[in-house]
């Protein structure tokens, strides 16, 4: 009788360790499962932005840490909608940068600049420097920072070196995809990730 005993003690180590081992098994799966959902619900909602962020920090982990980070930092914002006479206030304001383009390319795509950045700055946005303000607007506006960071960088270069035409074309392209987004009905953070 002590051997049965002791066999089924065994049996059940046994059973136990392999139950153990299965419970493992499941919780590393489902964490794994909601881990891979989670970043591909982020790398949906920032689209280039999510690229850019592994790149910068070297992991989609750290990357992933940093982008929440900004979603709670422009959470803390008074992002506001801009009232009728600032919205055509600032559209009269673009038509005139953009009819300069023909005559004065440069300077159009410097006032452009200028432009965006007073009108983020009507909208709520903190004035800092051009990546942190770039990493604001990502949360909201994913889809056209590639294009600001590119427009900003032609606008920056401008007073160190030469832009050709077509850089200067695009930038200012660029630069009324972005216009065209914050001067138009904002849409919560929420509703933004839905669409």
């Known amino acids: 009788m002590n051997i049965m005993n ?10 136990t360790a392999l139950v153990l081992i299965a419970v493992v098994i499941v919780a590393v799966a489902a964490f794994r499962e909601r ?14 932005e999510y690229d850019r962020a592994v790149r910068k920090h070297g992991s989609a982990k750290k990357a ?21 006479t600032e919205h055509d206030r600032f559209v009269t304001e673009w038509q005139t940068v953009q009819s ?27 004035q800092s420097g051009f990546e942190q303000r770039a990493d604001d607007l990502s949360v909201t506006y994913p889809a056209v920072m590639e294009n600001y960071r590119q427009a900003h ?36 953070i929420a509703h933004k990730a839905a669409a």
């Not at 002791?6 to 059973?15: K, N, V, Y």
């Open 35 to 48: 881990r891979q959902a989670k970043t591909q619900v982020l790398r949906t909602r920032f689209g280039t």
């Open 153 to 188: 960088a032609v606008a920056v270069r401008l007073g160190r070196s030469e832009a050709s035409t077509e850089e200067l074309r695009n930038a200012m392209i660029q630069y009324r995809g972005i216009f065209d987004e914050l001067v138009g009905p904002q849409m919560t």
């Open 100 to 126: 300069r383009f023909v005559d004065h390319p440069k300077a159009a795509v410097t006032e452009a600049d200028d432009l965006v950045n007073a009108l983020l700055k009507a909208r709520g946005y903190p």
């Open 64 to 84: 992933e840490e940093k982008l929440a980070d900004r979603e709670t930092r422009v959470e803390a914002f008074k992002i506001r909608e801009l009232g009728v």
């Open 6 to 15: 002791h066999q089924f003690t065994i049996f059940q180590l046994i059973m």
